[in-house]
């Protein structure tokens, strides 16, 4: 790969790639250093949200949009608490801002949350040697300028491939959400979830107990759900045994259930499909997926690494697939046979990004209100 001219007139910052390649750019955000697994999200808009989304925990960012920052950051426009994203790679970071309702430039907000960053990276050249070489670790520093150090730091990262991720961004304690009244009682598996997720839920009347991700079945049941929801989150699916049980459990309660994301991927190892790292994931905010049901196609956020084996997914007898990727064909959504349970691997609630699939909220709180009935 061609690398870029080095700035002058500002402080260095220097992105090393777990393949040997070296990219010279401007610090940005804070002063440091930081490490994790490089990935590319080809949205637009709604650089916050991707920020603070827990499914990103332990990965550094390449936004593809060119001007990241130009409407700055708003408290509300957030997924969770902090930013989890490890590092922040962009064409242009802007640390002037236009939406009159910001409360921070970008500068400010990464700095705020200890976030290290990069600019003046061709952005285009690096997410084409992503998607062709595939996902790899990487090292972004603006206080060390040694190359033959950062090699060191970076040979320590671990891969994503068998990391327990979901555990760290859980919540500590169960929380409540909603109205309490509401017969629609719904136990949240929280292993990452969106906060726009439970909004979505409680948009609908539900009433919402969210508990750590290892809690047990039987405090789940102590709070005597009508439905179950299997969060999003990070890290590697297959590494999660303790979920995998749970999610079993709960399956065989046989009462309505709903996983997004990481809890779709749960839902499938729960039932002996495997999951597989792919090679350079789907995150954006314009990915097509085919419902199968009705042939109607959805324009998807998606933020995933790892996905459903698909042969073993048609090979399962008590599982039918219910969306299909259209770019890759990739598996998007299953349901079981013998379960009122269902999945998909993208994001319905979509916050930023279109609400195609939305609907999927009400279908699930409508199959708990018929069991209600």
């Not at 969060?231 to 999610?247: F, H, L, Q």
């Not at 792919?278 to 954006?284: A, D, L, V």
């Amino acid at each position: 790969m061609t690398q870029p001219h080095m700035p002058t007139g500002s402080q260095i910052a220097i992105l090393m790639l777990e393949d040997g390649n070296v990219f010279y750019g401007k610090a940005f955000g804070k002063i440091g250093t930081t490490t994790g697994e490089i990935c590319f999200n080809t949205g637009m808009t709604g650089y916050q949200e991707v920020f603070t989304d827990p499914s990103y925990t332990g990965q550094i960012i390449i936004m593809n949009n060119v001007h990241i920052g130009n409407y700055g950051t708003f408290a509300k426009d957030v997924e969770s608490k902090t930013v989890k994203i490890k590092g922040l790679i962009g064409r242009n970071l802007e640390d002037r801002f236009s939406r009159y309702i910001a409360d921070h430039s970008l500068q400010e907000y990464l700095v705020a949350q200890n976030i290290v960053a990069i600019e003046n990276v061709d952005t285009r050249a690096l997410v084409a040697h992503v998607r062709t070489k595939g996902a790899m670790n990487c090292i972004i520093s603006s206080e060390i300028l040694d190359e033959v150090k950062l090699k060191e730091e970076l040979a320590k990262v671990p891969s994503m491939e068998g990391l327990e991720l979901a555990s760290t961004v859980s919540t500590k304690e169960a929380f409540t959400m909603g109205d309490e009244s509401s017969p629609v009682r719904i136990a949240v598996m929280d292993f990452g979830t969106k906060l726009n997720i439970l909004q979505c839920m409680v948009d609908r009347g539900a009433y919402l107990k969210v508990f750590p991700a290892k809690t047990k079945i039987d405090e789940l049941k102590a709070f005597s759900p009508a439905g179950y929801f299997i969060s999003n989150g990070p890290g590697d699916p297959a590494s999660m045994d303790y979920a995998i049980e749970t999610v079993k459990a709960i399956v065989n309660e046989k009462k309505p259930t709903f996983g997004i994301c990481l809890g779709h991927q749960l839902l499938a190892l729960a039932n002996g499909i495997p999951t597989f790292k792919m090679h350079h994931g789907h995150r954006g905010l314009n990915h097509p997926v085919k419902n199968l049901a009705t042939g109607l196609c959805e324009i998807t956020t998606q933020n995933h690494g790892f996905a459903v084996d698909a042969t073993a997914v048609f090979n399962t007898a008590n599982v039918e697939v219910t969306h299909v990727n259209l770019n890759d064909e990739s598996i998007e959504g299953i349901k079981l046979k013998d379960r009122p349970a269902f999945s998909v691997q993208y994001h319905p609630e979509a916050t930023p990004g279109p609400h195609d699939s939305r609907y999927l909220f009400d279908d699930f709180v409508n199959m708990i209100k018929s069991t209600l009935n």
